[in-house]
C-alpha cells in the first residue's frame, strides 16, 4: 500500500493505492479510520457465512468532503495524483484487483485498454456533478 502526502501539508493525505497483493494479513484496514469513506481487504475461505446484520444510522459532521476510490475489475488504467494546489504529485498503474482513494486534491484518470471496467465507491448523497465536482 502507498500514500501519498501533500508537499504542502506534509501530514495531510491526499490519496493511497493499494494493490491486490499488498495485504498482509485476511482482514485489513486500507482506508484510515478517520476518512469518510471507508475501505477494508477481507479475504475469506469456501464456507465461511456472515451472520445476517443491519448498520446503524449515524450523525454525519456537518462539513463533508466527496471522496472517491475505484476497484478495476478488467483492463488496466493510469492513476494521476494531484496536491491539493491542483499540481501534479505522482501517476501509477492500476491493474484487476487494484484500489485507488481520493480523500481530498485532484485526480483522473486514464484508460489504458478497451474494456476497462471499474467500480467506482463515493461517499454521499450524491446530488449531481455541478455540486460534486470542480475541473481544474
Not at 7 to 21: A, R, W, Y
Not at 39 to 48: N, R, T
Not at 55 to 78: D, F, M, N, R, Y
Request: aromatic letters at 12%.
Amino acid at each position: 500500500m502507498k500514500k501519498y502526502y501533500s508537499k504542502i501539508d506534509k501530514n495531510l493525505l491526499l490519496h493511497l493505492v493499494f494493490k491486490l497483493n499488498d495485504h498482509t494479513s485476511n482482514r485489513q484496514p486500507i482506508s484510515p479510520a478517520d476518512e469518510f469513506l471507508q475501505l477494508q481487504f477481507v479475504k475469506h475461505d469456501k464456507g465461511m457465512v456472515t451472520k445476517p446484520h443491519n448498520h446503524l444510522w449515524k450523525t454525519a459532521p456537518a462539513k463533508t468532503i466527496t471522496q472517491e476510490s475505484w476497484v478495476v475489475i478488467q483492463g488496466q488504467v493510469k492513476f494521476y495524483m494531484y496536491d491539493v494546489d491542483d499540481i501534479l504529485l505522482d501517476t501509477t498503474i492500476l491493474n484487476p484487483g487494484d484500489v485507488s482513494m481520493t480523500f481530498r486534491g485532484a485526480h483522473a484518470y486514464e484508460m489504458l485498454q478497451d474494456n476497462t471496467i471499474v467500480y467506482e465507491y463515493k461517499t454521499g448523497p450524491y446530488q449531481g456533478q455541478i455540486k460534486d465536482k470542480e475541473w481544474i
